[in-house]
């Protein structure tokens, strides 16, 4: 099949971890397009339902989203695993008659069940394919993937040891995208965003930002609201509450900064906190370490989750980033204790320089966009 050396195809979705990586690598796509004097056209395969079309065509990073039929891939009893077959047969036939009329150059694959099936569709079609893998370890979808790959990309050296030993020599250490945006930040802009026009903002005090989902993580904001007094004699307390949790933090407290959502000042936010309490999500670890900040990650686990966020923790902490609060630690007592630590200075700066150092001189998105840039899989 000839294919069309400058049509591009992104797949991937289902979460915004799947999806905001992807479109920072066609960002960097375009702009390595701009600078060779050519035109390039960029399609990105997702979940025909979810978030994946709406977060897809806002960021204006892509020319086209195609939807198709996903489901999930679950390696226990569920009667749902015989009607998503059916969605993932679905998806693949969707896939490849797509794939056949773009003859795209290369397939990258940003991981998410939705992208199983192109995956597989380029592979039949001899279109090279690109996965990259945001986690320390590697969920099933890109263990699947990878067996359709040119080459498998991932974020840390130590996940080549999870992937199978005939695959190894295919294997890329890339790091993982991260949003252009966060190169480029002015904490200033940050704190105008977050505090003009609050008297109660003290300059004295360090920032802590928490982080408690776009949508909300429960366990997070509980321990917030739980132990706001001592946290807010402490710190100026940023809390992103997340959508579902909003009704029921706290609305006037002195030194307590709520939002339900931040996106497009993100950056600038986190480049003026001096810690960040989070979830240990690929991308939010990831964006932390480029700004060189220190954490306490609280990451989630027990039944509904693979442990990923368990292993990008430890990793962190094990380099000296970050504190990790982890099943029974996640309570009050270890959370203070963690904090206070952080309340030294020289503590902090330790830290952060172990978070920066993760990242520094890094630029993983562009990385990746030079490698799909090259064609020649």
């Known amino acids: 099949m000839k294919k069309n050396k400058n049509t591009f195809v992104f797949a991937g979705g289902g979460t915004g971890g ?8 066609a960002d960097e ?11 390039i056209k960029i399609v990105w395969l997702g979940n025909s339902l979810g978030m994946d079309k709406d977060l897809v065509e806002k960021s204006g990073s892509v020319d086209a989203f195609v939807g198709l039929p996903s489901g999930k891939l679950r390696r ?17 036939v969707k896939a490849f008659f797509t794939l056949l009329k773009l003859k795209p150059a290369v397939l990258f694959s940003k991981g998410g069940f939705v992208s199983v099936p192109p995956c597989f569709a380029a592979k039949i079609l001899g279109i090279p394919v690109l996965t ?18 040119s080459k498998i990309l991932v974020s840390y050296e130590e996940t080549k040891a999870y992937l199978p030993k005939e695959k190894r020599e295919n294997v890329i250490v890339t790091g993982n995208p991260v949003r252009p945006v966060f190169y480029g930040t ?7 965003f977050l505090f003009e ?13 928490v982080l408690g989902g776009s949508l909300g993580a429960h366990q997070i904001n509980s321990l917030i609201a739980g132990n706001l007094d001592w946290l807010t004699e402490r710190f100026n307390v940023v809390h992103q509450c997340g959508a579902k949790d909003a009704d029921i933090m706290p609305k006037e407290k002195k030194g307590y900064f709520l939002y339900p959502f931040i996106y497009k000042e993100m950056s600038d936010v986190i480049s003026c906190a001096d810690v960040v309490l989070s979830r240990a999500g690929a991308n939010s670890i990831w964006e932390c370490s480029v700004l060189g900040k220190p954490m306490i990650l609280i990451p989630l686990c027990g039944s509904g989750t693979r442990g990923d966020q368990v292993d990008n923790a430890h990793y962190f902490e094990e380099k000296g980033a970050a ?7 996640a309570e009050s007592d270890y959370l203070k204790s963690s904090l206070e630590r952080m309340l030294d200075k020289e503590t902090r700066e330790k830290a952060a320089s172990a978070s920066l ?8 998105a562009k990385k990746i966009a030079e490698i799909v840039w090259k064609r020649d899989f």
């Not at 504190?323 to 630690?329: A, D, N, Q």
């Not at 150092?357 to 993983?364: A, C, D, F, I, N």
């Open 18 to 25: 799947h999806i905001y990586p992807g479109l920072a690598v």
């Open 29 to 39: 796509l375009r702009s390595i397009a701009t600078q060779n004097n050519e035109e």
């Open 76 to 92: 226990y009893f569920s009667f749902k695993n015989f009607t998503d077959f059916f969605k993932i047969f679905a998806g693949c």
């Open 132 to 149: 990259h893998e945001c986690d320390f370890t590697p969920g099933l979808a890109t263990r699947l993937n990878s067996k359709f790959a």
């Open 186 to 192: 002015n904490p200033e802009n940050g704190k105008k």
């Open 197 to 209: 026009n609050r008297s109660d903002y003290d300059e004295n005090k360090p920032v802590l930002l």
């Open 323 to 329: 504190s990790v609060l982890l099943g029974e630690y």
């Open 357 to 364: 150092s993760l990242s520094e001189g890094k630029r993983p």
